[in-house]
């Protein structure tokens, strides 16, 4: 029987989210497909199933950034073929914040502000908790809900935040973003005793 890659989306890909998703890939144990970065990003569907396949570690971050594309844009076209696969689960989404005139929405299970709190709000660029109750303006996050994402968590701009989900600081934000994902979707459970050593970045 084919194992499924267990797969976390991230809805972004500048330069500073592919410093921040690296870093909580590196210290988590899992794999950053840095390739995936990009703003907007530019590999498709199957190119990034591709690069998934490749890769002998779980979980796997992987980025997307309609970089303020109206509705689906070249990231969620990815989104919906690497989603739909057979042999990939999607554990979980980290929807980021954005504050672009075409920005869309998603709901939220839960928003992480910029001082590392859990929030039953929203959450904006800034990581400053929004308004509304259980969803999150974004760039790209249109089709997450159409998804079946188990759990999809709010966050603001990452490896950003006034600086404090900055590399430097070790992007503690988005680690924690990624953490949550593992612990409510069981994937420590489910690899007990699995030896996840190796962190090298595609």
């Known amino acids: 029987m084919v194992l499924k890659r267990k797969v976390i989306f991230i809805t972004d890909g500048d330069e500073a989210a592919r410093k921040a998703v690296e870093c909580a890939a590196a210290d988590l144990g899992g794999r950053c497909i840095s390739r995936s970065a990009g703003n907007p990003s530019t590999l498709n569907g199957e190119q990034l199933l591709s690069y998934i396949f490749e890769t002998s570690v779980d979980p796997v971050l992987v980025m997307f950034d ?39 929405w998603t709901d939220v299970n839960v928003s992480i502000d910029r001082f590392g709190d859990l929030t039953e709000f929203g959450v904006d660029k800034e990581g400053l908790p929004d308004l509304e109750k259980g969803r999150i303006n974004g760039d790209t996050v249109y089709v997450l809900d159409q998804l079946n994402i188990p759990i999809i968590i709010g966050i603001g701009d990452i490896g950003k935040m006034a600086g404090r989900d900055s590399v430097e600081k070790g992007a503690p934000i988005t680690k924690k973003a990624v953490e949550i994902i593992l612990e409510r979707s069981g994937y420590h459970e489910s690899n007990k005793g699995k030896a996840n050593t190796d962190i090298t970045r595609n």
């Open 66 to 104: 309609d970089c303020g594309y109206r509705e689906l844009g070249p990231g969620e076209k990815a989104m919906q073929v690497v989603a739909k696969h057979p042999n990939i689960e999607v554990i979980g989404a980290i929807a980021v914040a954005s504050s672009t005139h075409c920005s869309e």
